[in-house]
């Protein structure tokens, strides 16, 4: 049915079937929906926030997509500003899922702040001593950068393609998509960091203060390190899923292996400045404002070293040696397993940071707090899950997200036998009025 | 926000921050008018009529 659409060369599922699988994730996120339009309608009464979490899950959610998103500035850095062009083969897919975590960032905080019809205020009323604020700024203006990353990959489908005025639009955002790569680097630097930094700049947390570079916390610099190391491990994570579910090799793993490569360095050297900064932190910046190490990990029903030991070795050093060692990376599984430990790390980071962060009792009256989100905000959490499935299902189906795919997918072209292709002249006849192969109808 | 806005103040702070986001929309934006500027010419001189 929408076979002219489907890109020249590659396969894929009836249509009928691919819009049953939309219908059920369509579904999740129907029910993601109804909840973001009781906390719209209703208010924040509809989640379990209160004085002691004034930052929750959704903040959680936003940090960590933020984090996991990394991949798309970081792999545009490395393709378009130094020149790794073997990242071309992964580039599409990097930029489609950066577009969806940060238009997905937005969207939660669409929810959070409660009146989205007041979202402008932050840029008209600017609160310039707010890291928030630049948050803000850089957030929106690299969203802007990721959609003019993204619109070429839309023109590029085999209908719009065909229009000379798109084709030309497409090819021009091509040419100078380094401008926009070099800017949307520079935007990353400064949001991911400011994420950071406004935790690191709490000195009436001890749990989340550091010591600082002129006006900037070690968390600012942790945090757009750890986004540039973890990010691309969101990206090899979710092309491996993908391959897994289409039962198709998409990306050229020369590709894969330079990005990982990439990031287990950046891990191993992101882990190595962290265990540093963890450890002045325990035994410097706690103890100076009166507090020890054990006071953040103890007297509670869920926060014990168990979760400094699983950011910082299990989903830490592991995934970075592993990615360093050219045997390991090159193992198929050894490749899966430091990714996905990577994807949990970053994930528990900023889980810790802003969750743990709140949770520590600061005064002598204080006791542990503990927060468990209520259904709405795990469904408006689950939302943007959701959505990105069908963002993907959708670019995958109608795009050339994955340029190698019918290369490295050759369709082999049945051969019928001899009085059945006579009979079906006719039929071959209708197929090449439409453009198509047989293969590719 | 602009200067001619009421809470505007000529300080390190409001020109950094203000002057961040005037640079980074001026960049995206003159880099979009120059390519769809450019992509009007070369489609109104019959470019774009073959696929690479």
């Known amino acids: 049915m929408d076979s002219a659409l489907i890109p020249k060369g590659v396969k894929r599922c009836s249509f009928f079937q691919f819009m049953g699988g939309l219908g059920a994730v369509g579904l999740v996120l129907a029910w993601g929906v109804y909840a973001m339009l009781l906390c719209w309608i209703k208010g924040l009464n509809q989640t379990n926030m209160n004085d002691y979490y004034g930052f929750a899950l959704w903040i959680w959610a936003d940090l960590a997509v933020i984090a996991l998103g990394g991949g798309a500035f970081f792999t545009g850095l490395m393709k378009y500003v130094f020149g790794k062009d073997e990242l071309k083969h992964i580039i599409n897919f990097a930029v489609l899922i950066g577009f969806i975590c940060y238009s997905s960032a937005l969207l939660i905080l669409a929810i959070d702040v409660g009146q989205p019809l007041r979202s402008w205020y932050i840029f008209w009323h600017a609160n310039v001593h707010s890291m928030l604020t630049e948050v803000a700024f850089c957030l929106s203006c690299y969203f802007a950068v990721l959609t003019i990353e993204y619109i070429p990959l839309i023109l590029e489908n085999r209908q719009i393609d065909k229009v000379p005025f798109w084709h030309n639009l497409s090819h021009n955002m091509h040419t100078y998509m380094a401008v926009f790569a070099a800017t949307g680097a520079f935007l990353s630097f400064f949001h991911q960091g400011s994420l950071g930094g406004v935790a690191g700049v709490m000195f009436g947390r001890p749990f989340a203060f550091r010591e600082h570079l002129f006006i900037w916390p070690w968390t600012f610099f942790l945090f757009t390190w750890s986004a540039a190391a973890y990010g691309p491990c969101f990206t090899i994570w979710l092309v491996r899923i993908t391959e897994k579910i289409t039962g198709k090799k998409l990306v050229r793993e020369t590709a894969i292996q330079l990005l990982a490569k990439l990031a287990g360095w950046m891990m191993f050297t992101y882990i190595i400045a962290k265990i540093i900064d963890t450890l002045y932190w325990a035994t410097v910046t706690a103890p100076g404002l009166g507090f020890t190490l054990k006071d953040f990990y103890s007297n509670n029903p869920f926060y014990g070293f168990w979760i400094l030991a699983a950011e910082i070795v299990v989903c830490g050093v592991v995934p970075a040696v592993m990615l360093v060692m050219p045997k390991v990376r090159q193992n198929p599984y050894g490749l899966f397993i430091a990714v996905t430990l990577g994807v949990i790390g970053v994930s528990l980071n900023r889980w810790v940071m802003v969750l743990q962060v709140m949770a520590v009792p600061i005064m002598q009256f204080d006791q542990w707090v503990m927060y468990i989100p209520s259904w709405q905000e795990v469904a408006t959490t689950i939302l943007p899950v959701a959505y990105g499935v069908i963002l993907v299902m959708i670019s995958y189906r109608y795009l050339p997200v994955f340029p190698n795919e019918a290369e490295l997918n050759p369709i082999e072209p049945e051969t019928p036998p001899v009085v059945e292709a006579e009979t079906a002249e006719s039929d071959d006849t209708a197929g090449a009025e439409q453009g198509l192969t047989p293969a590719e109808a | ?52």
């Not at chain 2, 702070?13 to 980074?24: P, T, V």
């Not at chain 2, 960049?27 to 774009?48: P, Y």
């Open chain 2, 1 to 52: 926000m602009f200067p001619f806005n009421f809470e505007w103040i000529w300080d390190a702070s409001h020109l950094i921050f203000m002057g961040g986001l005037w640079y980074a929309l001026s960049i995206l934006g003159a880099g979009m008018t120059f390519i769809v500027i450019k992509t009007i010419i070369d489609t109104a001189q019959g470019k774009g009529g073959h696929h690479h």
